[in-house]
Every structure is written in structure tokens, then in C-alpha cells.
């Protein structure tokens, strides 16, 4: 087998507010179509959002809609990338001490999809 591209889909009920979140957090831009939005970078689609009107929310760390799947995304500034990604409309659901030389804080993305900041 030929493995030739891998795209990482998150569902979600709200394209636009999902794919403008990720299309921030990557500084990179959309692509839409009616049902699925692709969040490029640097002409690389990285992550494909598909529409799913019936999306639950998954409940982290445990809960009858458990994550399915999540991101770590290491960052050199734990404590702008924190700022930023509130900003954009995460939600810190788990936090970390940032002054530790290592680690990791857990956010939920605007359709529930949990992710880390990891660092060190």
C-alpha cells in the first residue's frame, strides 16, 4: 500500500466558526465548500473540517462522548501561544505551570475537539 497524503477531518455543526479557528491558530486560510472546509498553509492543506449538523460536543477527559482523537501542538512560547489561542476562542480546560521547563495545557476548540499546547 501507498500511503500518498494523510488528512486529519474534524466534524463539526458550525464550518465557518470551526475552519476560521483553525485557519487563526495556523495563520493560514480556508478553502469552503458548502459541506467541508480545508484549512491551508503555505499551499498545504493541513486539516479538512466536514460539516456534521449533529455533532456532540466530546466531554474531556471522560463523559458518556469521549475525544475521539486530538492535537498536540508544540509551541517556543507556551505563554503567547496561551494568549493567542484564547483569543481565537479556545477554552483552557486543563492548566499547566508555563514556568516549568516542559509540559503541556489542554483547550477545547469551538466545536468541543480537545487539543494541547505543548512545550519544553
Known amino acids: 500500500m501507498d500511503i500518498v497524503r494523510t488528512t486529519i477531518v474534524l466534524d463539526a455543526p458550525d464550518l465557518e466558526a470551526e475552519s476560521s479557528f483553525w485557519a487563526a491558530m ?20 493541513i486539516l479538512g473540517i466536514q460539516l456534521a449538523p449533529n455533532h456532540v460536543r466530546p466531554q474531556w477527559p471522560a463523559g458518556d462522548q469521549q475525544q475521539q482523537l486530538h492535537l498536540d501542538l508544540h509551541v517556543d512560547d507556551i505563554s503567547a501561544a496561551d494568549a493567542e ?16 521547563g516542559s509540559g503541556f495545557a489542554v483547550y477545547l476548540d469551538p466545536a468541543g475537539h480537545p487539543f494541547c499546547l505543548c512545550w519544553g
Not at 480556508?30 to 499551499?43: A, I, Y
Not at 483569543?87 to 516549568?100: E, H, I
Open 26 to 45: 495556523y495563520s493560514g486560510t480556508v478553502e469552503r465548500d458548502w459541506d467541508w472546509h480545508s484549512v491551508v498553509v503555505d499551499g498545504q492543506s
Open 85 to 100: 489561542a484564547k483569543r481565537l476562542g479556545a477554552q483552557m480546560v486543563q492548566k499547566a505551570d508555563f514556568a516549568s
